[in-house]
């Protein structure tokens, strides 16, 4: 069986993921971690029995390396990204895919010349509960789409914000509750519901002592007419469950925590599937490792099948410019029309 090699970039909080990620799927290999903490690469090529680097450069000399799992602060994702693939190596990144658009049109236009695959990471799209709405959908059985919300009320503590230099940082964050925690749910929202034409949002740091938003709340007009809105949070204490509220002509359905679903449908009795499960409501590590294994297997496939991989850096790119859209609306107190120009 062929077998694609991986070498994960950064040993932080997620890595677990990315390692489980990799050794959860039959056609790939983990060949090594890169993190310039030595004592942090080291830790995790032990438990792993692999090779560590603390040289991103060094590493990319593998030939044993044929993807670059990318699981670095945010705002220093293109960097990797774009020295994995003019180096031949293929390339998925940890969400945001960057923290601006420019930087992300420049990995774009270097996986359109060197020919590698570029995703980004986006787990709660697969997800038995999101696909299974998004079926829904497609099939018509809500009608035609009326209203989509997305509610990732969280809360962050301070001891969070101090754990590491880069949280809560416009340069290598991104930005706070929207650009960290609430970006799955609105990729959801944009998974579900379509594009978007415009946004007019508030932004505030209302608890915490950081410069970026640890509340926020915005408006959106999607481009199929219909309307939505979006609320995310650190700053919420305890913290509420995650929720993806869908409703149409024809029905409504919930998405509480990330699998519980909630079927309305007219004519038909109410159904409730799955089991409510609040992981990262107040802690990060809670979160379930099932999105980013299926991922995972999915990116290797179609890197094997030489075809285009979920989810393209394209369609990662989406959650980003509404979040970056809805930055600037509060930021400039008026409607911003999408796609975004620059400032």
């Given at each position: 069986m062929?077998k694609?090699?991986?070498?994960?970039v950064g040993?932080?909080n997620i890595?677990g993921?990315h390692?489980?990620?990799?050794?959860?799927?039959?056609?790939?290999?983990l060949i090594?971690v890169?993190d310039?903490?030595?004592a942090k690469?080291?830790?995790?090529a032990?438990?792993?029995n692999?090779k560590y680097?603390?040289?991103?450069?060094?590493m990319l000399?593998?030939?044993?390396?044929?993807v670059?799992?990318?699981a670095l602060?945010?705002?220093i994702?293109?960097?990797?990204?774009?020295?994995a693939?003019?180096?031949g190596?293929?390339v998925?990144?940890e969400?945001?895919?960057?923290?601006t658009?420019e930087?992300i049109d420049?990995?774009?236009?270097?996986?359109?010349k060197t020919g590698?695959?570029?995703?980004?990471i986006?787990?709660?799209?697969f997800?038995d509960s999101?696909l299974?709405?998004?079926?829904a959908?497609?099939?018509?059985?809500l009608?035609?789409?009326?209203?989509?919300g997305a509610?990732?009320k969280w809360y962050?503590?301070p001891e969070y914000?101090?754990s590491?230099?880069?949280r809560?940082t416009w340069?290598?964050?991104?930005g706070g509750a929207?650009?960290?925690?609430?970006?799955?749910?609105?990729?959801?929202?944009?998974?579900?519901?379509?594009?978007?034409?415009s946004v007019?949002?508030?932004?505030?740091t209302?608890i915490h002592?950081?410069?970026v938003e640890?509340t926020?709340i915005?408006i959106v007009r999607f481009?199929?007419?219909?309307?939505?809105?979006?609320?995310?949070?650190t700053?919420v204490?305890p913290?509420e469950?995650?929720?993806?509220?869908?409703?149409?002509?024809k029905g409504?359905?919930?998405l509480?925590?990330?699998?519980k679903?909630?079927?309305?449908l007219a004519?038909?009795?109410v159904?409730?599937?799955?089991l409510?499960?609040?992981?990262?409501?107040?802690?990060p590590?809670?979160?379930?490792?099932?999105?980013h294994a299926a991922?995972f297997?999915?990116?290797?496939?179609a890197?094997?099948a030489?075809?285009?991989?979920?989810?393209?850096?394209?369609e990662s790119r989406?959650?980003?410019?509404?979040?970056?859209a809805i930055y600037?609306s509060?930021?400039?107190?008026?409607?911003?029309?999408?796609p975004l120009?620059p400032?």
């Amino acid at each position: 069986m062929k077998k694609l090699g991986f070498a994960i970039v950064g040993c932080g909080n997620i890595v677990g993921y990315h390692v489980d990620g990799v050794l959860g799927t039959p056609e790939a290999e983990l060949i090594c971690v890169v993190d310039t903490v030595e004592a942090k690469a080291k830790a995790v090529a032990e438990k792993n029995n692999v090779k560590y680097y603390t040289d991103i450069k060094e590493m990319l000399k593998n030939p044993a390396v044929d993807v670059v799992a990318i699981a670095l602060p945010s705002g220093i994702h293109m960097e990797a990204a774009i020295a994995a693939m003019e180096a031949g190596k293929h390339v998925i990144s940890e969400k945001p895919l960057e923290v601006t658009l420019e930087k992300i049109d420049k990995m774009i236009a270097v996986s359109k010349k060197t020919g590698k695959q570029l995703a980004g990471i986006f787990q709660s799209r697969f997800a038995d509960s999101s696909l299974s709405i998004k079926t829904a959908i497609q099939e018509g059985k809500l009608g035609k789409l009326v209203l989509g919300g997305a509610y990732n009320k969280w809360y962050r503590s301070p001891e969070y914000y101090k754990s590491a230099g880069w949280r809560a940082t416009w340069e290598l964050d991104g930005g706070g509750a929207l650009m960290n925690q609430a970006i799955h749910a609105i990729d959801l929202l944009l998974f579900f519901m379509g594009e978007v034409e415009s946004v007019t949002a508030y932004c505030e740091t209302l608890i915490h002592d950081i410069p970026v938003e640890d509340t926020a709340i915005a408006i959106v007009r999607f481009k199929n007419g219909a309307l939505g809105t979006i609320e995310g949070t650190t700053s919420v204490n305890p913290g509420e469950e995650r929720k993806l509220e869908i409703h149409g002509s024809k029905g409504t359905v919930i998405l509480a925590g990330m699998d519980k679903i909630t079927w309305k449908l007219a004519g038909q009795p109410v159904k409730q599937e799955g089991l409510a499960a609040a992981g990262g409501v107040a802690d990060p590590k809670s979160i379930a490792n099932k999105g980013h294994a299926a991922q995972f297997k999915a990116f290797t496939k179609a890197i094997l099948a030489g075809e285009v991989p979920p989810i393209s850096a394209e369609e990662s790119r989406k959650a980003v410019e509404l979040i970056l859209a809805i930055y600037r609306s509060a930021r400039e107190r008026k409607e911003i029309k999408l796609p975004l120009t620059p400032s």
